[in-house]
């Protein structure tokens, strides 16, 4: 049997700029597709973006916009495949491309009290910020704690995204930096985070009014989480990407493969740290060029060109056209994460790298090696380039300042 889906897409448009300065969107999504009920899987993502809709309303209804649109995306299909968002995210590849700045996704947003967080590993510093404005339902009134405190009181970390939802064609295959959160049941002392009425019968209202989120607490505070974070993207003059963050991150994740190569200088797995602190090098140079320079007195074009530099970085880490994909699976070009080929939906850092490393094939390992570190190394030149511009910028300002001062009487 064929059946039409059809995916629904709203948006809260951007203020109008004076300059005429191309709007940046930000990006919600989550499947409306259930295999039963689906009470948690995804309905309570769909309640949670639909209050995150409502809330940003009632501001748009008293005169606020956002600086860049924000788009709501009811994806269907998600179940067979992904085929909703795959397909939207195809079809709007160009404009993804040149515009998108990220990609927020939440699937089932409560099925527990554990917070979970996978994103592009340039956002970890916002979406830790953003943990610890919102407070935590299960926290003494007395000595009030927030989502971070609770994350970091667990062990938490913010992981890598691998497959198993929507996030995956924006990532993986767009380049677009991506988040996805959910509130799970605890992992602490289990490797089990799945709740046990998963696609099934028993995901009903029923069993998620009485054991998964009773009282509806926590699908207020994934609304709260999404709805700030979406704000955090939308608002700032400067995207809150860092890249000196993400480079520190994957760099320890290039050490641990280091002891499971038998001879790492060969593959060339010396050379992608050293990439990598080239990276991070150039990162932190960005960051301090920003944190010095004065917005107030820099074009708006200007900005706006710094923040197409943050947002496209991600897009840097894909193989070039021409180049294939990743090994055995084209369709996926992110070099940097990916979903495990035996791990369902887990990811993996450096898929390429790590397929080699399980198959034992070295010469595998060396080309993707390779390949991760010419991206790398685009990547660096990327942002170096911006980093150079803010310098010259802020050198014609003082020139200027030094201009008027010797005019004055």
């Excluded at 940046?24 to 259930?34: K, Q, S, T």
């Excluded at 994957?250 to 990276?279: H, I, N, R, T, Y």
């Excluded at 820099?298 to 947002?311: A, F, G, P, R, W």
């Amino acid at each position: 049997e064929e059946r039409t889906i059809h995916n629904v897409v709203a948006r809260i448009a951007a203020a109008p700029t004076a300059t005429g300065v191309e709007d940046r969107p930000i990006l919600l999504g989550n499947h409306r597709d259930a295999w039963v009920y689906g009470a948690a899987d995804p309905n309570s993502g769909t309640a949670t973006m639909m209050e995150v809709a409502a809330s940003l309303g009632k501001l748009v209804k008293a005169g606020w916009r956002p600086k860049r649109s924000i788009y709501f995306l009811s994806w269907s299909g998600e179940e067979y495949n992904l085929i909703g968002s795959t397909a939207w995210a195809e079809h709007n590849s160009k404009t993804l491309l040149e515009k998108t700045v990220v990609y927020i996704n939440c699937d089932t947003a409560v099925s527990g009290r554990t917070l979970s967080v996978s994103s592009t590993l340039s956002l970890v510093p916002v979406i830790e910020g953003v943990m610890g404005d919102v407070p935590d339902p299960a926290s003494n009134p007395d000595t009030p704690t927030t989502l971070l405190d609770s994350f970091k009181a667990s062990g938490g970390e913010v992981g890598i995204l691998g497959s198993g939802s929507d996030y995956a064609s924006f990532l993986h295959h767009v380049g677009i930096a991506a988040v996805n959160f959910e509130f799970e049941i605890s992992s602490k002392h289990s490797r089990v985070t799945t709740y046990g009425t998963y696609h099934s019968v028993y995901d009903s209202f029923d069993w998620m009014e009485q054991f998964g989120d009773p009282g509806f607490l926590y699908t207020t505070v994934a609304a709260q989480f999404w709805g700030l974070l979406a704000l955090r993207m939308s608002e700032p003059d400067i995207l809150p990407f860092d890249l000196a963050v993400q480079a520190k991150l994957l760099s320890d994740q290039v050490s641990d493969f280091e002891a499971l190569v038998p001879d790492s200088e060969k593959v060339g797995l010396g050379d992608l740290l050293d990439a990598l602190k080239g990276f991070k090098s150039a990162a932190e140079e960005l960051n301090r060029d920003v944190a010095a320079a004065d917005l107030a007195k820099i074009s708006t074009e200007d900005v706006e060109q710094l923040n197409d530099k943050l947002s496209l970085c991600e897009r840097q880490f894909l193989r070039p056209e021409g180049e294939g994909g990743l090994p055995s699976r084209p369709w996926f070009k992110h070099v940097l994460q990916a979903p495990g080929l035996y791990l369902g939906y887990g990811a993996v850092a450096f898929p390429g790298i790590a397929q080699g490393i399980d198959e034992n094939d070295w010469d595998m390992v060396q080309r993707e090696v390779s390949a991760s570190r010419k991206c790398i190394r685009l990547a660096t030149s990327f942002i170096s380039s911006t980093a150079q511009k803010l310098k010259e910028i802020e050198k014609k300002l003082v020139l200027r300042r030094r201009q008027r001062g010797s005019e004055r009487p």
